[in-house]
């Protein structure tokens, strides 16, 4: 299956392909209806860059955000790790996220 034009618009995306499957993650307002997905996430960007080396940051995380019964999907690229939590989520996400003393800073956009 070739790679949908729509999947690499926009400020933030991530393709993966297995030999199972092609997974798009992309704007929910680029994504045509008729396509199987799942709609309503909201994404957190750790500030990176991080070493190859360090250890836990994911853990420190997801861990609050376990806790608090939320359920995560994570992207991890070169330099730092995207976070999505569902939209319905959002505010239960950073109340944990800060409750573990994780400083959250919203986008201009939002």
Do not use: C, N
């Not at 680029?30 to 070493?51: I, N």
């Not at 997801?62 to 939320?70: D, N, Q, S």
């Not at 409750?99 to 201009?108: T, Y």
């Amino acid at each position: 299956m070739p790679i949908p034009s729509w999947a690499t618009q926009g400020s933030f995306f991530s393709v993966t392909r297995t030999s199972q499957e092609l997974s798009i993650i992309a704007a929910q307002s680029l994504t045509p209806a008729d396509v199987q997905s799942q709609r309503g996430w909201r994404a957190f960007k750790v500030h990176g860059p991080f070493a190859f080396s360090e250890t836990g940051v994911l853990s420190a995380l997801a861990a609050p955000l376990a806790e608090a019964k939320i359920a995560v999907f994570v992207v991890s690229t070169f330099d730092t790790d995207y976070l999505l939590v569902a939209s319905s989520d959002l505010e239960a996400a950073i109340l944990a996220l800060e409750g573990a003393g994780l400083k959250i800073q919203r986008s201009k956009d939002e």
